[in-house]
């Protein structure tokens, strides 16, 4: 049986601020719940549950918005039973336009719809929440999806480093993206490090913050 509806935290339409779709107008839904409470955490709002919304409903405000793409973002979205039927139903009425759903990595995501693109995190000792990974994702990865590393320390960074090289991430999906945890790691600092490593990786700063929006 279908499932109706999926618990929503809220929605929003900004600048997308993250990946290499940042710059763009985007329609986010952000579903309510994580299963992980990484340390840097900046999205505690979403833990518990928020307003119970029919899929339909979501589907129907993106396909008559203007915005030039879509994010299904949490917490962490695939934890929800509709996940699946929300992305299937906002890609097929988006008119042909992107939808990404961005995953905290710790679930399988084979269940992720054709043509809707992951923004996958992989998490770093630093978040607390490196045991939770489900690596064999890594193997899932599609031409299109994109793998985020939030970096907090040198740490993280060589951890980073290893499971980028070891897995052969970069030849795995579109880019792989790594990102200073704010107020702990320099912009600066890492990029010198990124330089220094020889890795095709892209540093990814928080466009929306520096924009000041949500
Ligand atoms: S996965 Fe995302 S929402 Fe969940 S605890 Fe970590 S940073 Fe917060």
């Known amino acids: 049986m279908k499932t109706e509806s999926v618990w929503v935290t809220e929605t929003f339409t900004s600048i997308q601020g993250e990946s290499t779709w940042a710059g763009l107008s985007c329609f986010f839904v952000r579903l309510s719940g994580c299963n992980l409470r990484c340390s840097y955490c900046d999205t505690t709002q979403a833990y518990p549950r928020g307003r119970k919304t029919s ?7 993106f396909a008559a918005s203007s915005a030039a793409i879509a994010e299904i973002t949490g917490g962490e979205p695939l934890s929800q039973s509709g996940f699946a039927e929300l992305a299937t139903r906002m890609r097929d009425g988006g008119g042909g336009r ?3 759903v961005e995953t905290n990595g710790s679930r399988n995501i084979a269940c992720i719809p054709d043509g809707v693109i992951a923004i996958m ?4 000792p630093g978040s607390g929440e490196a ?8 193997k899932r990865l599609r031409p299109h999806d994109e793998v985020k590393f939030v970096v907090a320390d040198r740490k993280d960074f060589e951890w980073a480093c ?3 090289r070891k897995h052969q991430v970069v030849a795995h999906c579109h880019a792989v993206l790594f990102s200073p945890v704010e107020g702990r790691l320099s912009p600066a600092t890492l990029a010198e490090w990124v330089l220094a490593s020889g890795l095709p990786v892209r540093i990814q700063l928080q466009l929306h913050k520096t924009l000041k929006m949500q």
Do not use: E, H, T
């Open 55 to 61: 899929i339909a409903s979501l589907a129907r405000r």
């Open 98 to 100: 992107p939808v990404l």
């Open 121 to 124: 995190d992989v998490k770093c």
């Open 131 to 138: 045991a939770a990974m489900d690596l064999g994702n890594l």
């Open 162 to 164: 290893r499971v980028v």
